[in-house]
């Protein structure tokens, strides 16, 4: 509406560049900066934005390079938080609770494709980010006590929850040209028990959430698109 009343704006501010970094901070400050998909928005836009103002660096060309260097930061920098958490407190890694079917699930994917199944009966949620990618996290031999919050955050990519029936999902995901699909049959529905609630939180952008109670063998990346 501005533009059209020709008060001068300045053309950068409402470029797709300045979405992602809105939508990264946007998805951090929802999120408590927890995890890495708000960096690596943050980081691309503004990369993209400094070639707006500095054509010279001719960032196209080094695109991959430079998209590469930040996920590896990222998973260095992981990997250290990880490390530090577990000398001060003496808690097992988050992937090692996962393999042990322990209570708390950390699981990150990016530019490709994860299968994670817990088995722990008093599991206590965790997070799942998702870029680029496919996560299934199986949940058919789990089970929780009460409201239990799961954290996904799936940005062009696709997340598989594989639930017992008897549970009951509440979604107070955000979904930016996303959707959170519960495929469980109609007849599970009316039999879920309110007092196991899994509470779905995050952001979900340019893909999808796919609730089921059975698992698909067949399931990948190539098969989300």
């Not at 990264?24 to 990369?47: E, K, P, Q, T």
């Not at 996303?178 to 109609?186: T, W």
Request: net charge neutral; glycine share 10%; hydrophobic share 45%.
């Amino acid at each position: 509406m501005a533009k059209s009343l020709l008060v001068p704006i300045p053309g950068w501010l409402f470029s797709w560049q300045t979405f992602l970094i809105t939508l990264g901070i946007f998805i951090g400050i929802r999120g408590n900066f927890h995890g890495a998909a708000w960096l690596i928005l943050i980081i691309i836009g503004s990369a993209f934005l400094l070639n707006y103002f500095y054509p010279a660096i001719e960032l196209r060309s080094r695109l991959w390079p430079l998209i590469l260097i930040c996920l590896g930061a990222v998973f260095i920098l992981r990997t250290l938080g990880r490390k530090k958490n577990q000398q001060g407190s003496m808690q097992p890694d988050a992937d090692d609770l996962v393999a042990s079917g322990e209570n708390f699930t950390d699981v990150s994917t990016y530019f490709g494709s994860a299968q994670k199944t817990i088995t722990s009966k008093q599991f206590a949620g965790g997070d799942i980010t998702c870029v680029f990618g496919s996560t299934e996290l199986d949940l058919t031999n789990a089970d929780i006590q009460g409201h239990v919050m799961l954290d996904v955050t799936t940005i062009f990519g696709g997340v598989e929850l594989i639930l017992p029936a008897d549970w009951t999902i509440k979604s107070d995901a955000v979904s930016i040209f996303g959707a959170v699909k519960d495929n469980r049959e109609q007849s599970t529905v009316t039999s879920q028990n309110p007092e196991k609630m899994l509470v779905l939180d995050g952001t979900v952008l340019f893909g999808g959430i796919e609730i089921k109670s059975f698992k698909n063998n067949n399931f990948t990346w190539s098969s989300r698109k």
